[in-house]
């Protein structure tokens, strides 16, 4: 199946710092690439849409000048978080789907990100 | 909006032991998709169903959805330690370029 390289896979840093997290799709070109986030044990909640030469599309409630979202290529999209907090850790995951007929997404490994 | 619910929330069964979670959209949904999630690991793609009434078997998990595409679920027949993960279902979102809406999922958990 298709492969989507996410890294890095796990980061800690302090508190005000700004966190860029890639995401790639590795054989495969993707013109939507989508960013979710996980706390331990709940479902995945999708952040933004990641659009090839375009601007993101948030989700209500998430802050864009905070997750700074950019898909500057069909292969790679970037996730930063600025000025990081302590709420900001999470697990942040990318998904991407290649053409066909079956929309399957094909995830990411995953970043575990830890604000101290 | 369009809601995903999933129920049960935990599931702990004996191996051997069959297991079912269950699916529910507030909305119909034009396709629903079936995710595994090991403990630790990423989001795996295990299915979609497309069609009213849809049935599909993979070895020992079935999957349907309903006639009114309002809901699916997805069956384990004689679970082993392997099936331990959290299954996601998810629905496409209706306004978007293609994100899905998951639901919360259902933890398994075989004991041998």
């Known amino acids: 199946g298709a492969v989507v390289s996410q890294h890095p896979s796990r980061v800690i840093c302090k508190s005000g710092t700004s966190v860029k997290i890639e995401c790639r799709s590795l054989d495969f070109q993707a013109t939507t690439m989508f960013w979710y986030r996980q706390f331990p044990k709940q479902s995945l909640m999708l952040m933004a849409t990641?659009?090839?030469?375009?601007?993101?599309?948030?989700e209500q409630g998430v802050e864009k000048d905070k997750f700074l979202i950019n898909h500057a290529s069909l292969t790679l999209s970037t996730l930063t978080v600025t000025s990081a907090h302590p709420e900001d850790s999470s697990f942040y995951i990318c998904?991407?789907?290649?053409?066909?007929?079956?929309?399957?997404?094909?995830f990411g490994s995953g970043t575990q990100l830890s604000v101290l | 909006g369009q809601q995903v619910m999933q129920i049960p929330q935990y599931q702990h069964v004996q191996e051997g032991e069959d297991f079912t979670t269950y699916c529910n959209s507030s909305t119909t949904l034009s396709n629903i998709q079936w995710y595994k999630q090991r403990p630790g690991g990423h989001p795996v793609f295990l299915i979609q169903l497309v069609k009213s009434g849809e049935v599909k078997k993979q070895k020992r998990l079935t999957f349907q959805f309903g006639e009114a595409k309002k809901n699916s679920s997805l069956h384990i027949t004689a679970t082993q330690t392997t099936d331990v993960g959290t299954y996601f279902c998810a629905g496409l979102r209706s306004n978007s370029g293609y994100a899905l809406n998951f639901g919360k999922g259902t933890s398994l958990l075989v004991t041998p």
């Open positions: 998904s991407a789907s290649p053409a066909g007929t079956v929309k399957k997404l094909f």
């Open positions: 990641s659009n090839e030469g375009s601007k993101a599309t948030y």
